[in-house]
């Protein structure tokens, strides 16, 4: 058994694990990789909040131009008089609500949006009835427009507080090394 040559695995010249497994940063170097993870962090989550607001602001749109027509009845017909469910614009109005409670969560102003769980009851109103009074597919595919936007936007929420909690950990996790 000693003659048997020991396998090393391939390995390119280009990787560096096994140097940064030992390095010691001082408190300068770990500032620095703060900072700039911040600022990347910053960037990564104001982009994704210009791209939940122009998808927000585009549903209420579609909301708002749509009032009292589904629009997938235009792309997918249904043969027949329109079985809309009982009193759409107040769903609709309802469903604007909802989607201006959810631009001010963007905003810091004084007035506080409600929490989720109640614009998830509130937006599954509308879907509910539709599913209960057995309409079709299109009518109930519309109403859970609002749903998912809430669930968007929650989603996008979580990551943002998820990313800041990430560098407040990696502040908690700094050492003291001197003479790195």
């Given at each position: 058994?000693?003659?048997?040559?020991?396998?090393?695995?391939?390995?390119?010249?280009?990787?560096?694990?096994?140097?940064?497994?030992?390095?010691?940063?001082?408190?300068?170097?770990?500032?620095?990789?703060?900072?700039?993870?911040?600022?990347?962090?910053?960037?990564?989550?104001?982009?994704?909040?210009?791209?939940?607001?122009?998808?927000?602001?585009?549903?209420?749109?579609?909301?708002?131009?749509?009032?009292?027509?589904?629009?997938?009845?235009?792309?997918?017909?249904?043969?027949?008089?329109?079985?809309?469910?009982?009193?759409?614009?107040?769903?609709?109005?309802?469903?604007?609500?909802?989607?201006?409670?959810?631009?001010?969560?963007?905003?810091?102003?004084?007035?506080?949006p409600l929490p989720y769980q109640l614009l998830y009851t509130l937006s599954a109103v509308a879907p509910t009835l539709s599913l209960f009074l057995q309409k079709p597919?299109?009518?109930?595919?519309?109403?859970?427009?609002?749903?998912?936007?809430?669930?968007?936007?929650?989603?996008?929420?979580?990551?943002?507080?998820?990313?800041?909690?990430?560098?407040?950990?990696?502040?908690?996790?700094?050492?003291?090394?001197?003479?790195?």
């Open positions: 058994m000693d003659t048997l040559r020991r396998r090393i695995p391939f390995k390119l010249e280009g990787d560096s694990e096994e140097i940064y497994d030992n390095v010691v940063l001082d408190e300068q170097q770990q500032e620095e990789i703060i900072d700039r993870l911040r600022k990347e962090n910053d960037v990564v989550n104001w982009r994704y909040s210009i791209a939940l607001k122009i998808v927000v602001a585009l549903s209420f749109i579609s909301q708002l131009v749509s009032f009292t027509n589904n629009p997938l009845l235009a792309i997918y017909p249904i043969r027949g008089p329109e079985p809309s469910i009982p009193l759409p614009g107040v769903f609709t109005i309802l469903s604007l609500f909802i989607h201006l409670n959810l631009a001010l969560l963007f905003s810091s102003g004084k007035i506080r597919w299109q009518i109930t595919v519309w109403w859970c427009i609002t749903p998912l936007m809430v669930y968007l936007n929650q989603t996008v929420m979580d990551a943002f507080q998820q990313s800041i909690q990430g560098i407040a950990d990696l502040e908690q996790m700094k050492y003291t090394a001197p003479g790195a």
